[in-house]
């Protein structure tokens, strides 16, 4: 693999299920449950500087978010690979403005017009957007929400603020670390729908030969991180 671009995940992997999600419209007690510190689910009427956001970006591809200086990681982030309950849903894609990232984290003040990481779902569709910052500062108000410390994850280790915003129907957002309707590839599939198996025999026969059984994950991993090296 050529480039190894940082994998991020929005839950400490160790964390154990306690709390209820609070979707709105859903009924209580058909809530999964969820990791101690995660916050609260809430569905609601995206507000005006919310939606101008989302007009933004919501159309992008992923080239043009290139473009703009987001990088792709390679892994479509699950609930289940954070150690959540899998019903909770995926991340998806996390596309990372390092620039927007470094500075926001550092200062403390997340900018609501300026999100430092872009979400995509398996169809490399753009379906949400994500702000961090350092626990030292105040607790970030963004749209309305009051941003809660989160236990930290690969790559920022420390207990940090975290906001998670996916674009629902309706003019709706969704405020919560995962969502239940963002879609993440088979495993061994790339974000472009590719596989080791549409590759040719020397090339199925090279990552099989290497990785044995994760060949197929592998090479998707590998495609992913090609996809972003070039802007795509």
């Known amino acids: 693999m050529s480039r190894t671009l940082p994998v991020r995940v929005g839950l400490a992997p160790s964390a154990a299920v306690a709390a209820f999600v609070l979707i709105a419209g859903s009924p209580a007690d058909a809530q999964p449950t969820l990791p101690p510190q995660m916050p609260p689910s809430i569905t609601v009427v995206q507000s005006a500087e919310f939606a101008a956001l989302r007009a933004r970006f919501e159309s992008l591809t992923p080239s ?12 479509c ?10 019903e909770l849903g995926n991340m998806g894609y996390h596309a990372v403005h390092p620039t927007l990232m470094k500075v926001q984290f550092g200062n403390g003040r997340p900018d609501p017009e300026q999100p430092p990481i872009v979400l995509l779902d398996a169809g490399q569709r753009i379906v949400g957007m994500e702000w961090e910052s350092n626990q030292r500062a105040p607790a970030p108000v ?10 930290g994850h690969p790559g920022v280790e420390d207990p940090h603020y975290m906001l ?3 674009f629902r129907p309706n003019s709706q957002v969704l405020f919560a670390v995962f ?4 879609s993440c590839p088979a495993p061994g599939v790339s974000r472009d729908g ?14 099989g030969s290497v990785w044995g059984a994760a060949a197929a994950e592998r090479w998707a991993l590998e495609h992913n991180t090609e996809l972003t090296r070039t802007g795509r």
């Open 194 to 207: 590719l596989s080791l198996g549409s590759q040719p025999t020397t090339t199925q026969a090279l990552f």
């Open 77 to 86: 982030v699950t609930a289940a690979m954070a150690g959540a309950p899998p």
């Open 142 to 151: 963004l749209f309305g929400q009051t941003v809660v410390i989160q236990p």
């Open 164 to 166: 998670h915003a996916y």
């Open 179 to 182: 969502d239940p309707e963002v």
């Open 64 to 75: 043009e978010l290139a473009q703009d200086g987001y990088q792709i990681d390679p892994l």
